[in-house]
């Protein structure tokens, strides 16, 4: 059941950013960001209030940094999925894995001490294989779909998987202090809401268009229930199979592609996205062994 719960999380990320891509027609990011955090301040509020959770913490800084580092994501997010194809502004979100891996493999080289010897630093040798082999997946992506107008966006894709990386720590310092999910997710809607406003004030407010609009409120709704499934699947810990199966946004992001936007991906664009998927879950598998309970990433 846990695995069925990541699955449909999953689905529900990937309808999120199917939405988001026809909202883009008629908002900037900032407006998309804006709205989803008070969509999800209404429904996280509430959900509180159900399961009789305070808003109160003792921890505003982490929340404030955690807010800020996981906006910066979501609206790097947002405007890849405007003006790249669907299912490579998902994968390039997906780097998170990858990133969090590579963080691991860089701090213990840079902490790397001789006298403990070379088999300390070579015991991080298959996180670091699997760091490389996703950025070689990157490569592989991106070359046949991302042409030279595009290429900013596709940097801003790689960098909303970089700070969803930040983000995802954060989460995992915040859950060690005890902090409940859904005070945590609530947070977060407020950092957007809060964020999405100062970034209108920057980028402009477009004028008011009901075709794209309708588009808004399906997007904090399912943000919601994305993570409100994912929160179940890891309700009973966090499994492999669990925490792999996450990848599996990136399938319904590539079928949403095809389906929706007939957006064609070369044969090279799917060897890509597998090899991104199959580092990430070497990631997730290795880093399990250090951490078995480990928070699911947020979107």
Known sequence: MQALWMVLGAFFF???????????????????????????????????????????????????????VGVLSLGAWFYAIAYLPLATALTLNYMSSVWVAAFIVGG????????????????????????????????MMLRPTVEPHTFFAALVGLLSGLTAAFAYLQVMALGRLGEPETRTVFYFAAGSALGGALGMAVAGVSAWQWGPAVWLLPIGLLAALGQLCITRAYGQGATLVVASLQYSGIVFGAL???????????PLG??????IVASGVAATALRARAAPDAPAEEH
């Open 14 to 68: 990937a309808t999120m950013a199917v939405c988001v891509k026809l909202a883009s027609a008629g908002f900037n990011a900032a407006e998309l960001v804006f709205y989803r955090g008070v969509v999800g301040m209404v429904l996280l509020s509430l959900l509180a209030r159900r399961q009789g959770v305070s808003l109160r913490t003792r921890y505003p800084g982490m929340h404030a940094w955690r807010s800020l």
């Open 108 to 139: 213990a080289l840079f902490a790397w001490n001789p006298r403990a010897g070379v088999g300390a630093a070579l015991r991080q040798g298959p996180l670091a294989l699997s760091v490389l082999a996703g950025f070689a997946g990157v490569l």
């Open 256 to 266: 949403y592609s095809l389906l929706l936007f007939a957006e064609d991906i070369p």
């Open 270 to 275: 799917w060897a890509g996205m597998a090899l």
